[in-house]
């Protein structure tokens, strides 16, 4: 099953080898492959059948790639390729089966072993951290849709005589805005992120509270 260069992809082919050389054509070798790899059957002659179906055998294969490691990394863990993971009882993961975000149909899913130490603290640092960029996203996402449909009326920058209709859409946005505009942007994000959406360490991952700061010290129950 040679692929020669000169053939398209896919377009297997037999050869006979001696030593460093190859002979495609002998009475020995020189068969190509049909429909599903039978040995001198008719080629698909239609182009665009023979395209779509080498489409499809791509996308089965590389599921197919990706099903059999999945299958190899079952199988070591659990002692089958169908096996329980409840059998799989030494994972460290267990402690973080019941957490906020373990939903179906995946579970617990960490492909990059983040967790593999089962690391408690660190748990929960990722999963508010999570949470947080979460709903920034979700806001950066609203932010990116809404100025395509609408704008508010009157100016952005009175001083520099910049409407809001003259300000772009997404990254075109960047080179419009003023330093100073950046600027106030920073500032409330960093009031917003020390002061007004603290996450504390004793509150579950997304519960928010507002706090104040003075020096290197934080009060979160004042007046």
Not at 72 to 87: H, K, P, R
Not at 171 to 195: D, H, I, R, T, Y
Request: a neutral charge; aromatic letters at 16%.
């Amino acid at each position: 099953v040679n692929q020669d260069f000169e053939d398209p992809p896919g377009q297997m082919s037999s050869r006979l080898v001696f030593g460093f050389s190859a002979y495609k054509k002998t009475q020995f070798s020189g068969w190509d492959y049909g429909p599903y790899g039978i040995p001198g059957a008719e080629r698909i002659k239609d182009p665009v059948l023979r395209k779509k179906k080498l489409n499809s055998e791509i996308a089965n294969g590389r599921l197919a790639m990706m099903a059999i490691i999945g299958m190899f990394f079952q199988d070591g863990l659990t002692g089958s390729a169908w096996g329980d993971w409840s059998l799989y009882t030494e994972s460290p993961l267990r402690a973080f089966e019941g957490e906020l975000g373990v939903q179906p149909p995946t579970g617990f899913w960490d492909p990059a072993g983040y967790c593999s130490d089962g690391d408690a603290k660190e748990f929960y640092r990722r999963r508010r951290v999570e949470l947080k960029h979460g709903r920034v996203a979700m806001l950066a996402t609203i932010g990116y849709i809404v100025p395509e449909f609408f704008k508010w009326p009157g100016y952005l920058s009175p001083s520099s005589g910049l409407k809001f209709t003259d300000v772009g859409t997404g990254l075109s946005a960047l080179a419009k805005v003023p330093a100073l505009g950046w600027f106030q942007w920073v500032v409330f994000c960093g009031q917003m992120e020390l002061f007004a959406v603290n996450q504390d360490f004793e509150d579950p991952p997304g519960q928010m509270s507002s706090r104040l700061v003075f020096g290197f010290s934080a009060y979160k129950k004042t007046n």
